[in-house]
C-alpha cells in the first residue's frame, strides 16, 4: 500500500487510529447525507468494521482507499482513492472530506493525487465518480479533475450521476507524433 504526499496531505494506508476519526466524519448529517450507504453511521464498532473493509480491499483488488491527513496538523480529515466491490459499476474514485474543511480544496487535492496514482497503477482505461445530484460540491471537484458527467445510474433505490475520466494517452505516443 503506497502512501502519497502532496502540498498539504499525506495519503496513506488506513490504521486503528483512523476509526474515531472516520466515525466522527460520518456522524455528521452534512457529511454523511452525500454518501452512498446501505445503513445508518453507526457507532466505533461500524467504524472500526468499515476500516477493516477499506484494508481488505487493498487486499482483494491490489488498490484502495487511503486516510487522508492533514500535513499541517497530523489529522485524519477524510478519505480518497479507488472503490470497486463485487457488483459495483465500475471503478469508482470517491472522496469524503470532514465538514470543517470543506472549501478548502483539500477534496480537490487528493483526489487529483489519487486519481494520478491510479492512472499508473490501476488496469483501467476508465475512472468513474457516483455522485448524488444535489452534490454541487463533488460535481466541481470530479470536473477539477477532468470527470464528465457520463450516465445516471440508481445504487439502493438511489439516482446518481455518474461522472467518469479516460485514461490520457501515454506520453510517449504523443512524443512520436
Known amino acids: ?9 499525506t495519503l496513506r494506508p488506513f490504521s486503528t487510529d483512523d476509526v474515531v476519526p472516520m466515525m466522527e466524519m460520518h456522524q455528521d448529517p452534512e457529511v454523511i447525507k452525500h454518501v452512498l450507504l446501505g445503513g445508518a453511521p453507526g457507532g466505533v464498532t461500524v467504524a472500526w468494521r468499515n476500516v477493516a473493509m477499506l484494508i481488505g480491499h487493498w487486499y482483494l483488488r491490489g488498490y484502495g482507499q487511503w486516510a487522508v491527513v492533514e500535513r499541517a496538523t497530523g489529522e485524519t480529515i477524510g478519505r480518497v482513492g479507488p472503490y ?31 486519481l494520478a496514482w491510479m492512472w499508473e497503477h490501476v488496469d483501467t482505461d476508465r475512472v468513474i465518480s457516483i455522485i448524488r445530484p444535489d452534490n454541487l460540491r463533488s460535481i466541481r471537484i470530479a470536473e477539477k479533475i477532468g470527470e464528465t458527467l457520463d450516465s445516471h445510474t440508481t445504487i439502493n433505490q438511489t439516482d446518481m450521476l455518474v461522472y467518469a475520466a479516460r485514461r490520457p494517452p501515454a506520453r510517449h505516443a504523443l512524443e512520436a507524433r
Open 1 to 9: 500500500m503506497d502512501t502519497l504526499t502532496t502540498d498539504r496531505l
Open 84 to 114: 470497486n466491490p463485487e457488483g459495483w459499476p465500475g471503478i469508482e474514485l470517491g472522496w469524503i472530506i470532514r465538514r470543517d474543511r470543506w472549501g478548502h480544496g483539500f477534496a480537490t487535492e487528493a483526489a487529483r493525487a489519487a
